[in-house]
């Protein structure tokens, strides 16, 4: 099956800077890498998705990139705001959906 | 409003003692699953289902049953509950069978097992 490796599993940056948060996977047959947030007490919420034929994608204040040649694609947030702190989870599906470990991410105000 | 309903919310039980978690959306989709999120090990699927009365196993399938006798409905059993299975639990659906559409996930299930 699929494997999905997500890095850093914690992440702290200053209100206002960007983060960036890594992931591969092994099935060269996925086509579909969505991202989700989770919030405390919730269940994870889409935030971005992007499909195998398409590099990068754009939604105000977050982007996501894929290279489907080296197998890993990366979320970027902008400009951040101590809303963004949650635990982002990476994803990658053929036919089934395999999540990465997550990411803990803190905006410090 | 659609949803995904996961109950209960909260749930502290004894080994051995049958119980099952409900699942059910309100959106029509095609695809269902489950997951246990572990710190450190994110979210693991245990089951998951394409169609009415297709199952198929996740990742960690090993003490669960699941059924899908209705389209919205998706329960997760626990014939016989060991500690290891305490663990915050996850319901989602998805439009697409082939789970390549946005997954919606309920509220979660805290399970924890004495």
Request: proline residues 5%.
């Amino acid at each position: 099956g699929e494997n999905v490796e997500q890095h850093p599993s914690t992440l702290s940056v200053q209100e206002g800077d960007s983060a960036v948060i890594k992931c591969t996977y092994s099935d060269s047959a996925s086509n579909y890498f969505p991202w989700y947030k989770q919030e405390l007490g919730k269940g994870p919420q889409l935030i971005i998705d992007i499909r195998s034929n398409v590099g990068e994608k754009k939604d105000q204040r977050i982007a996501v990139t894929l290279n489907k040649t080296a197998k890993h694609f990366s979320l970027h947030i902008t400009e951040t705001q101590p809303e963004d702190s949650a635990v982002y989870f990476c994803a990658a599906s053929f036919t089934n959906l395999f999540f990465g470990t997550g990411t803990r991410l803190t905006v410090i105000p | 409003e659609a949803q995904v309903t996961q109950n209960p919310r909260y749930l502290i039980t004894v080994t051995g003692k049958k119980l099952t978690v409900t699942c059910s959306q309100n959106m029509n989709h095609e695809y269902m699953s489950w997951y246990r999120q572990d710190p450190g090990l994110g979210l693991r699927q245990i089951y998951y289902s394409m169609n009415v009365e297709v199952t198929d196993k996740g990742d960690v399938p090993e003490g669960y049953k699941v059924s899908r006798k209705e389209k919205r409905n998706f329960p997760l059993i626990l014939e016989s509950p060991s500690p290891n299975q305490t663990s915050l639990y996850f319901c989602a659906s998805s439009l697409s069978v082939r789970a390549n559409t946005e997954a919606f996930f309920g509220q979660g299930t805290r399970l924890t097992v004495v």
